[in-house]
């Protein structure tokens, strides 16, 4: 940079050029969104025959932190699912790993909720939570995003 | 039209200069996103240390001052030269400053620290205990390490005054051990076959008396460890002084080389990705491709680790823990699975200055051979590399080493636990 402004006659062009160097950082920094929330929503099942919501000890959720979370189950008409097996996956896709624990439904607590007990994160970033719902022969699934 | 071309060169030069100097100093301001994350490994956020269910003299000050005599105790050994402090030296951040313990015998891993160890689900490389006080207990019978037996360890409460007394005081009075017809010299199930026959040939009652005794010398020293944790360094200090938004403290406290390598390690180094919270852990098993010891098949790490803590009856769901079954959700929630071949627990990074050599088996003794490793990502010996290149320049590197130099500080433990409790009290 040095070298060019000695060996070159300076044009406005020059200082339009530095004046951009100037301004790229700042519209850079300008383009960084906040984190979109995902709590206290919904999630239809991939075959649309359940919809799924869930409450969760920690609010909001932290890493690092084993906790429980309450997960509601009801069919697509708003009618709650008792007595469903549930099973609880998950990962951060972007980085090919699962959960660092292997939470279980531990309890059926009535109203289409169930106890789902040893949840931990142990990234910040993008997570996917499946869940897999079997009742009555009927089996489908719901994946849950979560930013952390 | 000469002067206008003055005036723009002028112009030009003091942009030049302007911008050459923001440069040079801090790069951008943090951004929110930033700060957040900043925040996030700030020893403020540091939540107090989390109780201990299985353990019920866990915060018990008495407990901790047995346990503090009982940690820099050599009789505490086979040879009576080998306490907890041979090999986690205060000095050295509770390591020892080579690349496998040695004690009695060459140990096979290398020695953690133990400050802020009470904030961790899972003890050891591979996380095969669950408590402070079940891990205490295991180098005390590792015939590389303390190379003891618990007969021995059992003994020596029941017949050392102080201990004797503190004893009684805090679990009830001892087992009478003075039968040795019944309680032999030495007696220990395990690798020793004349500690095991003599253990063998014991009933059951008599076992249980020892390891009940056995297992509290473990919670006392976990009483004592509790009270090990990381003090503010540099790098807190810088984070107070972002929080505050006072730009004139952030540029006394860093330069910009530790400024580049902070932003480094929060983004693209991806280093929170394992490194995260106000101890720079996540306490979690993560293969990273780091090559076996010299002469040695690759570690397996996590998955003999969990292997080895679900059946131990030691753990947080056996008898001679406190807790309910309920409060024992890490290992009834544990992970299984093939990620965990060849993974070892995330250290923390706040005693980097004094703990070299560093990983598993004490393979990298400098931050730049480390953080050359993470760059280059290589391939793993067993298992998978969770991690991918980052392809940082030379440059960046030595930034990030800049950075993590300033997270050492000094335990934030008072001098009195540092030291060997004096003999005359």
Not at chain 2, 37 to 43: C, N
């Amino acid at each position: 940079m040095v070298n060019y402004l000695k060996k070159n006659k300076f044009h406005a062009s020059t200082l339009w050029t530095t004046a951009l160097f100037l301004l790229l950082p700042l519209s850079i920094i300008a383009a960084e969104s906040g984190i979109e929330a995902t709590q206290g929503k919904s999630w239809k099942s991939a075959a649309g025959k359940f919809r799924v919501s869930y409450s969760s000890e920690l609010e909001p959720i932290i890493i690092n932190q084993i906790h429980h979370w309450i997960l509601h189950l009801e069919t697509i008409d708003g009618e709650p699912v008792p007595d469903a097996e549930i099973i609880v996956t998950g990962g951060m896709p972007a980085h090919n790993h699962g959960l660092p624990t292997s939470p279980r439904s531990t309890q059926y607590l009535g109203n289409g909720d169930y106890q789902i007990e040893g949840m931990r994160f142990h990234m910040a970033g993008y997570w996917e939570i499946t869940v897999t719902i079997n009742t009555g022969g009927v089996s489908d699934m719901v994946l849950i995003p979560l930013e952390l | 039209m000469r002067r206008s071309g003055v005036i723009l060169a002028i112009t030009a030069i003091v942009l030049f200069g302007a911008w050459w100097f923001y440069e040079s100093r801090d790069p951008v301001p943090w951004s929110d996103i930033e700060i957040d994350k900043l925040r996030s490994l700030w020893i403020g956020g540091l939540p107090p240390v989390p109780p201990d269910p299985s353990n019920r003299v866990a915060d018990d000050r008495r407990a901790a001052e047995l346990g503090h005599k009982l940690f820099f105790d050599p009789r505490l050994s086979g040879n009576g030269n080998v306490s907890c402090a041979v090999c986690h030296q205060p000095a050295r951040r509770f390591t020892d400053g080579l690349p496998k313990g040695r004690a009695i015998g060459l140990s096979k891993r290398n020695t953690p620290s133990i400050v802020g160890t009470a904030y961790s689900p899972w003890l050891f490389w591979d996380g095969r205990k669950d408590s402070q006080w079940s891990q205490a207990l295991e180098p005390l019978e590792n015939p590389a390490e303390h190379g003891g037996n618990r007969m021995q360890y059992v003994r020596l409460i029941a017949c050392d005054p102080e201990y004797r007394a503190g004893y009684e005081a805090l679990f009830g009075t001892l087992p009478d051990f003075s039968d040795y017809s019944r309680f032999p010299e030495a007696a220990a199930p395990g690798v020793n076959p004349e500690w095991n026959a003599a253990w063998q040939l014991m009933s059951s009652e008599d076992q249980e008396r020892i390891n009940e005794v056995f297992i509290n010398i473990g919670k006392m020293i976990a009483a004592y460890e509790r009270l090990l944790l990381p003090a503010p360094s540099r790098f807190d200090a810088y984070i107070e002084a972002v929080l505050d938004g006072d730009d004139i403290a952030q540029q006394m406290i860093f330069n910009d080389a530790e400024i580049r390598g902070l932003r480094l390690f929060i983004n693209d180094a991806r280093c929170t990705e394992c490194h995260n919270g106000p101890l720079f852990t996540n306490n979690e098993f993560h293969n990273t491709g780091i090559l076996s010891y010299p002469g040695e098949v690759p570690d397996r790490g996590r998955s003999n680790g969990m292997r080895k803590v679900l059946g131990d009856p030691f753990n947080c769901l056996g008898h001679y823990s406190d807790a309910a079954e309920r409060r024992c959700a890490e290992l009834s929630f544990v992970r299984t699975g093939i990620e965990l071949v060849g993974a070892m627990r995330t250290p923390s990074l706040r005693n980097l200055e004094d703990t070299s050599p560093y990983m598993h088996k004490g393979q990298m003794i400098s931050l730049a051979e480390i953080l050359d490793h993470y760059n280059r990502a290589p391939p793993a010996m067993i298992g998978h590399n969770e991690s991918s290149p980052l392809g940082l320049s030379r440059s960046e590197l030595r930034q990030l080493e800049a950075f993590l130099e300033t997270l050492a500080a000094p335990p934030a433990t008072t001098t009195q636990w540092l030291a060997p409790p004096d003999s005359a009290n």
